[in-house]
């Protein structure tokens, strides 16, 4: 059965540990393993962080919007900004030698590695990204 | 949520015992400030023991990166212990595993230090 929600937050730490609770309990209840869970919880904190931080920068005009959806076959995760949008083709590599030792970047990439699939979208203003995890249906889940 | 951390001193290396959360927000800061501390005390052998860091973002693990190369621009050294299994996943996704002198007995780690 598919079942959707959705919050409308400030740009926030309060509203990056709530989005990542959120998912959280999602993969518990879509019978993600602990794996899993720690993954999905993980990429969807760091598609938060990305929102609030790089996109709109903390400004309290703005808002994210957070998008839980099981389709039965998946878990699709839509985190959308008001910032300035990011393309994706200018972030640097962080497993590069020369990037290794940077204080930052790996938010991403780290999303890529946990999840199926990523989608970047430019909302003007704003980027949506689209976090997809697809579920194990050989095994009865909830 | 929070991470807490507690100081000590072994054999003129200085061991911080983390637990809980280094995160974006109150975690990494904590620990930018505690490595800032230490530094500007002279204690440039540090011991980060993270058996009890339950789990640690982008943000985090950047922390620990600048925290390295900090210590280390300033002619000290700084080295991780006890890694959680989560810790040393992402640490290997990242490919810092090999970046940092990651121990996981304690008086080896001390044991490792350069004397000053």
């Not at chain 1, 393309?87 to 938010?107: I, K, M, T």
């Not at chain 2, 807490?4 to 290396?13: C, L, N, P």
């Given at each position: 059965m598919v079942s959707r929600f959705s919050y409308t937050l400030d740009s926030s730490l309060e509203s990056v540990n709530k989005v990542e609770e959120a998912a959280e309990q999602l993969g518990q209840k879509s019978g993600l393993d602990e794996d899993g869970v720690f993954q999905l919880s993980m990429a969807v904190r760091e598609a938060a962080i990305n929102a609030v931080l790089h996109g709109n920068a903390y400004d309290p005009q703005k808002k994210i919007t957070a998008t839980f959806e099981n389709t039965g076959s998946s878990l699709i995760i839509r985190i959308s900004?008001?910032?300035?949008?990011?393309?994706?083709?200018?972030?640097?590599?962080?497993?590069?030698?020369?990037?290794?030792?940077?204080?930052?970047?790996?938010?991403?990439?780290?999303?890529r590695q946990f999840m199926d699939e990523v989608h970047f979208k430019l909302l003007h203003p704003g980027t949506e990204l689209t976090l997809i995890k697809n579920l194990d249906t050989t095994q009865n889940s909830a | 949520?929070?991470?807490?951390?507690?100081?000590?001193?072994?054999?003129?290396?200085?061991?911080?015992?983390?637990?809980?959360?280094?995160t974006l927000g109150e975690g990494s800061v904590q620990l930018r400030d505690a490595v800032r501390e230490l530094l500007a005390k002279g204690q440039k052998q540090i011991l980060l023991n993270l058996a009890d860091v339950n789990y640690i973002d982008s943000s985090g693990i950047g922390e620990l990166v600048s925290a390295f190369t900090t210590v280390r621009n300033?002619?000290?050294?700084?080295?991780?212990?006890?890694?959680?299994?989560?810790v040393h996943d992402l640490l290997q996704i990242t490919k810092l595993y090999t970046v940092f002198d990651i121990k996981d007995d304690e008086a080896e780690a001390i044991g490792s230090f350069k004397q000053s």
């Open positions: 900004d008001q910032g300035q949008g990011l393309d994706p083709r200018h972030l640097p590599d962080p497993l590069a030698p020369e990037n290794l030792l940077n204080g930052s970047g790996r938010g991403i990439f780290l999303i | 949520m929070s991470m807490k951390i507690s100081t000590r001193q072994v054999d003129g290396v200085t061991i911080l015992d983390l637990s809980g959360r280094i300033q002619g000290g050294e700084l080295k991780l212990l006890k890694l959680t299994k989560k």
